[in-house]
């Protein structure tokens, strides 16, 4: 059994976009999706520094897994307060797995948590981007035009989840990307789909351990 921590900001309407689409595909059903893996969750306002700084003190995490706004050397929670950045001791994370959706973090920050003893990072190097219906939906759930590009980052959650292996779990990011970008009904959105595709970074390409698995 593995300990998932799962932090989401979900303040502004981009990360009010990122926390519905993971409800949607990874936490409305994990209990009965990974019955052998407990979550704890930070959302809002809960998601500052103190609280999960405390929780990671006091619990073996297995994965984290969160969404926020970030910067190179950042990732920001709750009206963009400060949770990680390189300037500080991050071996709270050693043992763990750990995938930021945020943009840019991947580049220096998720390369320093391998280096202070986090087992594997995901995460993206530039700007991770989503186009969205204009006018905005009052259900962000309902929105189709964002759904493929969170989904994509999804899969990783899923496949950390159900214990594959890194390689793995690119394979299906990769064939997820192949199968969507025709389908996509812009030339615009086929963009911004393989910008973050290959924007992505994880331990198949040197962000850690590739064979780390949570079992």
Same mark, same amino acid.
């Given at each position: 059994?593995a300990?998932?921590?799962?932090?989401?900001?979900?303040?502004?309407?981009v990360?009010?976009?990122c926390?519905?689409?993971r409800?949607?595909?990874?936490?409305? =059903?994990f209990?009965?999706?990974?019955p052998?893996?407990?979550?704890?969750?930070?959302?809002?306002?809960?998601?500052?520094?103190? =609280?999960?700084?405390?929780?990671?003190?006091?619990?073996?995490?297995?994965?984290?897994t969160?969404?926020?706004h970030g910067e190179?050397?950042?990732f920001?929670?709750?009206q963009n307060?400060?949770i990680w =950045?390189?300037?500080?001791?991050l071996?709270q994370l050693q043992?763990?797995?750990v995938?930021?959706?945020a943009?840019?973090?991947g580049?220096?920050l998720?390369?320093?948590?391998?280096?202070?003893?986090?087992?594997a990072?995901?995460g993206?190097t530039?700007?991770?981007?989503?186009p969205?219906?204009?006018p905005?939906?009052?259900?962000?759930?309902?929105?189709d035009?964002v759904?493929?590009?969170?989904?994509?980052?999804c899969i990783?959650?899923q496949g950390?989840l159900?214990?594959q292996?890194?390689?793995?779990?690119?394979? =299906?990011?990769?064939?997820?990307?192949?199968?969507i970008?025709?389908h996509?009904?812009?030339?615009?959105?086929?963009?911004?789909?393989?910008d973050?595709?290959?924007?992505?970074?994880?331990?198949?390409?040197?962000w850690g351990?590739?064979n780390?698995?949570?079992g």
């Amino acid at each position: 059994m593995a300990l998932v921590l799962a932090i989401d900001a979900d303040w502004d309407v981009v990360t009010q976009y990122c926390r519905v689409f993971r409800e949607q595909f990874i936490f409305t =059903s994990f209990n009965a999706t990974w019955p052998q893996h407990t979550v704890h969750r930070f959302i809002g306002p809960q998601m500052v520094k103190n =609280s999960i700084n405390t929780y990671l003190g006091n619990n073996h995490i297995h994965y984290i897994t969160g969404a926020g706004h970030g910067e190179y050397d950042t990732f920001k929670g709750y009206q963009n307060q400060l949770i990680w =950045s390189v300037n500080q001791n991050l071996s709270q994370l050693q043992g763990a797995i750990v995938h930021l959706l945020a943009c840019k973090a991947g580049a220096l920050l998720g390369r320093l948590m391998v280096r202070q003893g986090a087992l594997a990072f995901w995460g993206y190097t530039e700007n991770f981007a989503f186009p969205t219906t204009n006018p905005l939906p009052q259900d962000f759930a309902q929105d189709d035009v964002v759904k493929p590009f969170l989904q994509m980052d999804c899969i990783i959650d899923q496949g950390i989840l159900n214990g594959q292996t890194a390689a793995a779990i690119y394979d =299906s990011i990769t064939q997820y990307v192949a199968h969507i970008y025709p389908h996509l009904p812009s030339l615009y959105e086929q963009e911004v789909l393989i910008d973050n595709y290959v924007r992505l970074v994880c331990p198949v390409t040197t962000w850690g351990d590739a064979n780390i698995t949570i079992g």
